[in-house]
T-cell receptor, first 114, second 115 residues
């Protein structure tokens, strides 16, 4: 499809395991964002990319979280040594350029850490 | 620091009623953008509107209208003649216009429209 694609849609893992979440943005969109949404809350910013570089990673909660976008398209959010508090929906969004504000979101990856 | 407050956690209305969702924001920037997004049960946030801080004109799009009041730092959203398909969580969001900061979202208002 033409929209933002996120995989997996659901991931259940055990505490301490490593997890990768993938985001395939809309073709041609240079800006890519990762947000985290906990139950009953608004999306919380994690990191965003302009091209291949992380323009702002100030929202990453700690060094267990890391994200890459090696070719300026697909991005992977990586979480090491998962904790129960990491359980949330991880949302990816893309935009034709920085700060147009019209972000195009994927349906999210729901992560459950047991 | 930027902050968005949506005081209404949940609202329930009967179909065809009008409903207003409140949004109050805080920012030290003189230029900024305000947004509304809709999150239906499928989970995918959908962009509804962007408003520049210099433009205080109200906007209407079909059954949707937005009232931006800089004096009260509010950007309220009204749905006229609500329909069941309007049931969703609605988020207000804020960004500056520097191009260097991402959107800051409120906690959202869950709207339920009952037939």
């Amino acid at each position: 499809g033409a929209g933002v694609s996120q995989t997996p849609s659901n991931k259940v893992t055990e505490k301490g395991k490593y997890v990768e979440l993938r985001c395939d943005p809309i073709s041609g969109h240079t800006a890519l964002y990762w947000y985290r949404q906990s139950l009953g809350q608004g999306p919380e910013f994690l990191i965003y990319f302009q091209g291949t570089g992380a323009a702002d990673d100030s929202g990453l909660p700690n060094d267990r979280f890391f994200a890459v976008r090696p070719e300026g398209s697909v991005s992977t959010l990586k979480i090491q040594r998962t904790e129960r508090g990491d359980s949330a929906v991880y949302l990816c969004a893309s935009s034709p350029s920085l700060n147009t504000g019209e972000l195009f979101f994927g349906e999210g990856s729901r992560l459950t850490v047991l | 620091a930027q902050k968005v407050t949506q005081a209404q956690t949940e609202i329930s209305v009967v179909e065809k009623e009008d409903v207003t969702l409140d949004c109050v924001y805080e920012t030290r920037d003189t230029t900024y953008y305000l947004f509304w997004y809709k999150q239906p049960p499928s989970g995918e946030l959908v962009f509804l509107i962007r408003r520049n801080s210099f433009d205080e004109q109200n906007e209407i799009s079909g059954r949707y209208s937005w009232n931006f009041q800089k004096s009260t730092s509010s950007f309220n959203f009204t749905i006229t003649a609500s329909q069941v398909v309007d049931s969703a969580v609605y988020f207000c969001a804020l960004s500056d216009d520097s191009g260097n900061t991402p959107l800051v979202f409120g906690k959202g208002t869950r709207l339920s429209v009952i037939a």
